[in-house]
């Protein structure tokens, strides 16, 4: 079964730094996609970042990018220059292949992480 | 607003009642997902569909939780007989087939059972 592990409960760093949470993951499927998301207080959640198995170049967006170690099974978060904004729960998912059918689908279930709190100090 | 909604917001009921959620995909999205997120934790899965097929419950979907997905567009769960476990906030989300990157999120509808 698939698995995603966030060993930091917390986080803090300070206005205007830059901060790396972590992810591992465990997996025997070869096609899977990793995701990053953001729920704030208010308990939306907000997608950041996506990266798939096969992709070769490390994701990013904007102040977002994704340092993916596959042989580690590692798929980190780095907030370059945090803002007081950034300061939330911070969730990684992974994207499992389906067993509902013979041939297995991938049809975008994901299993979470424990999720790592980032408190951004001024 | 285009995203995905639900409603209501909150519920607060009363151990034994049925309370009913709803959720609006975006509109051109066929995959929808409910997750349950206890205090604390990250969202687990609980049910898929494909327009309105149900294509997978997880086993956390016991006998009083039921989902339905009537026309391919907005979803409703509903929990008979809620128990105080059943506390959490509920999350749909919405896919489009063939855009695997990407999984959009409701607001959720946070549920207190007294």
């Known amino acids: 079964a698939q698995k995603i592990t966030q060993t930091q409960p917390g986080m803090f760093v300070q206005e205007k730094e830059a901060v790396t949470l972590d992810c591992t993951y465990d997996?025997?499927?070869?096609?899977?996609?990793l995701f990053w998301y953001k729920q704030p207080s208010s308990g939306e959640m907000i997608f950041l970042i996506y990266?798939?198995?096969?992709?070769?170049q490390n994701a990013t967006e904007g102040r977002y990018s994704l340092n993916f170690q596959k042989a580690r099974k590692s798929a980190n978060l780095v907030i370059s220059a945090s803002q007081l904004g950034d300061s939330a729960m911070y969730f990684c998912?992974?994207?499992?292949?389906?067993?509902?059918?013979?041939?297995?689908?991938?049809?975008?279930?994901?299993?979470f992480g424990q999720g790592t709190i980032l408190t951004v100090h001024p | 607003d285009t995203g995905v909604s639900q409603d209501p917001r909150h519920k607060i009921t009363k151990r034994g009642q049925n309370v009913t959620f709803r959720c609006d995909p975006i509109?051109?999205?066929?995959?929808l997902y409910w997750y349950r997120q206890t205090l604390g934790q990250g969202p687990e899965f609980l049910t898929y569909?494909?327009?309105?097929?149900?294509?997978?419950k997880s086993r956390l979907l016991s006998d009083r939780f039921s989902a339905e997905r009537p026309k391919g567009s907005f979803s409703t769960l509903e929990i008979q007989r809620t128990e105080q476990g059943d506390s959490a906030m509920y999350l749909c989300?919405?896919?489009?087939?063939?855009?695997?990157?990407?999984?959009?999120f409701g607001p959720g509808t946070r549920l207190t059972v007294l």
């Open positions: 989300a919405s896919s489009l087939e063939g855009r695997s990157n990407e999984q959009f």
């Open positions: 997996t025997s499927d070869q096609s899977y996609g």
């Open positions: 990266q798939g198995s096969y992709d070769e």
């Open positions: 998912a992974m994207r499992e292949v389906s067993r509902y059918n013979a041939g297995g689908t991938s049809y975008g279930k994901l299993t």
């Open positions: 509109s051109e999205h066929n995959r």
């Open positions: 569909f494909q327009n309105e097929a149900q294509l997978e």
